[in-house]
């Protein structure tokens, strides 16, 4: 019985360890102490690189200020193969780029795919999960499930972003541009065209 769950064990910690970098090519690498890694204050512990050797993903050390963001310490931050920012992972509820974000995920409220915060290549925000309803750019958009399993697959209450900033799609939270409450509106790349999602 021992020896069945010690190989459940170690087989629990091998595909746990796969499964935590979210590039299939990264390879994980224990950080004996905070280290600063191109530029970012990474924590002690786990880090993944890319083969390489180039930052994947890491978790901060401390509040981190990049561009115009200010990062909370304990978030996790994932690369592009280019070195910016792609997801970030928040430990609680924060305010980026002007909007109050969901965090809380790495405490267990929530899995980590529906706190994430995702950028363009450019640097600017792609998708985000707001921590509470919130209107943007004049349109009432609502905020992040409370449960990992209310967020679908095809979009959920992310806020979507074109990458020129312009808001792309996200949940109503109140009747808007003739659509119902509670519908996923979708803008256009066309200023004024407004289609209904789910």
């Not at 401390?62 to 931050?77: A, E, F, H, K, N």
């Not at 509820?93 to 795919?113: E, F, K, P």
Request: hydrophobic share 35%; proline share 6%; glycine share 12%.
């Amino acid at each position: 019985m021992k020896t069945v769950l010690l190989s459940a064990l170690v087989l629990f910690t091998v595909l746990e360890s796969v499964s935590t970098a979210s590039e299939p090519n990264a390879l994980r690498t224990r950080i004996p102490r905070d280290a600063v890694i191109q530029g970012y204050p990474c924590a002690k512990g786990d880090a993944w690189f890319y083969p390489d050797g180039s930052l994947n993903q890491c978790t901060l050390s401390r509040t981190t200020v990049l561009g115009d963001l200010q990062l909370p310490r304990r978030s996790v931050i994932e690369l592009w193969p280019g070195g910016a920012t792609r997801h970030l992972t928040l430990p609680h509820n924060a305010v980026i780029s002007g909007y109050r974000l969901r965090g809380g995920a790495l405490l267990g409220r929530g899995s980590s795919q529906d706190d994430v915060t995702a950028f363009y290549p450019s640097g600017r925000l792609r998708s985000i999960v707001l921590a509470g309803d919130q209107t943007i750019q004049g349109v009432p958009c609502g905020a992040g499930a409370a449960t990992p399993f209310a967020d679908s697959n095809d979009g959920g209450n992310h806020v979507d972003f074109y990458e020129d900033g312009r808001l792309q799609s996200c949940s109503l939270t109140r009747d808007y541009g003739g659509q119902k409450n509670g519908q996923r509106l979708v803008l256009s790349d066309e200023p004024g065209l407004l289609t209904a999602g789910r």
